[in-house]
């Protein structure tokens, strides 16, 4: 099978030498990706330069990207020739528009007005005590996948901090409905460390638990199997 | 001797997902360290987890920091018992303080009120279309140095980007003087590519050119020893 694999976290600059930067060491990405291929999967993986990567090997493609725009040029022409998309990418939700010192801010009668505008410089200035930075919505790949390619198997990841059990697993559910995923692996920040990845796998009808990112990888790839060979 | 070196990139915290990042692979801090111990001197080196680093030997010890909070606090301590601080680390210029909704900022009377804000969630919503950073400044450490130890050789650095040479010279002079620095290495993002590193290590009385991070390194050691023998 082709499987498309995202990984690691994409960053959004707000000059030549800053950026705002999604944590996520890619880890969990690359054991999915391993696992598929140990057992004779193709593996297209879109992700960072800093994420950490399998060894390259037969059957694995790696692609780098850093951003959400790139993101999204490279992902849909990739849904539209794999059969299934594992989302484990952690994406911006927001991207920068404009900085501009606190001082020039506070004076606007209108601050739509800084949403239209640029930065040139290629490092902002830094003489304010107070700047503001302005920061837009990025597209969210995720509700697309199924306008690409309306039988790719689609397979998405929801990271929530501090929840309730029942509101992760409400919010993945939604995240299923809306954007006509197969599984939504729920998981909570506080619920990961080194050795432990504690995530649910949230189906239409059902949710499997999985105490480590191994195991997540292991039914993940018995779930996509199954699927396929009914 | 013992010389005390900064490399790599803060990074400063939105939530618990997200941060504000200062790009630097901790590539010119780790071959200034290289060079130093290779001739003998002991090095303590505070720099990042996703830096590049040398590997452990004998007279290097490592302190991985994060964020400028962290920096301050450890580099305190260090300067008093150094003679010399090579502070070649990337360090954030702003922090976060508050992000809030576009709607909510625009309605504000007086936008001071953000600024005793703390936002509250471990990871912020991503409802809005647009939204707001308020971002202060961070304490310049380098302009403390002097104050922790008037006898430690200080050497910092600064990157502009796309400047004539004659506004970076002058940036570093007036650099120099503020902070009692003996050594500014002033250098630009256009001069540097993965071979080549103009800078120019600019001092009271000249200034040096070095075309290589190898040459930066070899200089600064030279530059080290030649004014602790007078």
């Excluded at 989302?87 to 991207?95: F, G």
């Excluded at 080194?194 to 009808?205: G, M, R, S």
Aim: contains cysteine.
């Amino acid at each position: 099978m082709k499987i498309l694999i995202t990984s690691g976290g994409t960053s959004e600059k707000i000059d030549r030498v800053r950026s705002i930067t999604n944590h996520s060491t890619g880890q969990l990405g690359k054991i999915i990706a391993e696992t598929c291929l140990k057992k004779g999967d193709q593996v297209t993986l879109v992700t960072t330069r800093k994420a950490v990567k399998p060894v390259e090997q037969e059957n694995l493609d790696i692609i780098l990207i850093e951003n959400v725009a790139d993101l999204l040029e490279t992902i849909e022409p990739l849904v539209q020739t794999h059969d299934v998309f594992i989302h484990s990418m952690a994406v911006s939700d927001y991207t920068p528009i404009y900085m501009a010192g606190f001082e020039q801010v506070a004076k606007s009668s209108n601050l739509q007005e800084f949403l239209d505008k640029k930065n040139q410089e290629s490092k902002i200035s830094s003489q304010d005590d107070v700047q503001v930075l302005f920061l837009k919505k990025t597209p969210k790949i995720i509700s697309h996948v199924k306008k690409w390619n309306p039988n790719i198997m689609l397979i998405g990841f929801k990271l929530l901090v501090d929840v309730s059990k029942e509101e992760l697993i409400s919010v993945a559910r939604k995240s299923l409905v809306n954007n006509q995923a197969q599984i939504i692996v729920a998981n909570d920040l506080a619920d990961i460390s080194e050795h432990e990845h504690l995530a649910y796998l949230v189906e239409k009808d059902s949710k499997t638990i999985a105490r480590s990112k191994e195991e997540i990888a292991q039914l993940l790839f018995e779930k996509i199997h199954a699927r396929n060979n009914v």
